[in-house]
């Protein structure tokens, strides 16, 4: 599980690329597609959701990183008004 200070030094250098996808079913779809490279997951994700994650890393080969934050502070982390519990990061 990586902590705060930690995501902030994973995120930075995606900030100001248009390469951050936000929720469960965007981040699912370009997963099928081959696009992600990183995904972080909220604590309090869904289990069925982060069993889905950690089975479909395995077959595309990218990573799965579990936040100590739940979906209401990643939300607020990135900036957004509503609980966030999974973020994609796309290959450049």
């Not at 981040?27 to 909220?42: D, H, Q, S, T």
């Not at 209401?72 to 966030?84: A, C, D, P």
Request: no cysteine; proline share 2%.
């Amino acid at each position: 599980m990586i902590t705060r200070n930690e995501l902030e030094k994973l995120i930075f250098p995606y900030r100001q690329k248009d390469v951050i996808v936000f929720g469960t079913d965007r981040v699912m779809k370009l997963i099928r597609n081959g696009k992600i490279e990183k995904v972080i997951v909220a604590k309090n994700a869904p289990e069925k959701t982060k069993k889905d994650l950690e089975y479909y890393s395995k077959l595309g080969n990218f990573e799965v990183l579990e936040v100590e934050l739940n979906n209401m502070e990643l939300g607020t982390f990135f900036r957004k008004q509503f609980g966030i519990s999974v973020v994609g990061i796309m290959k450049a």
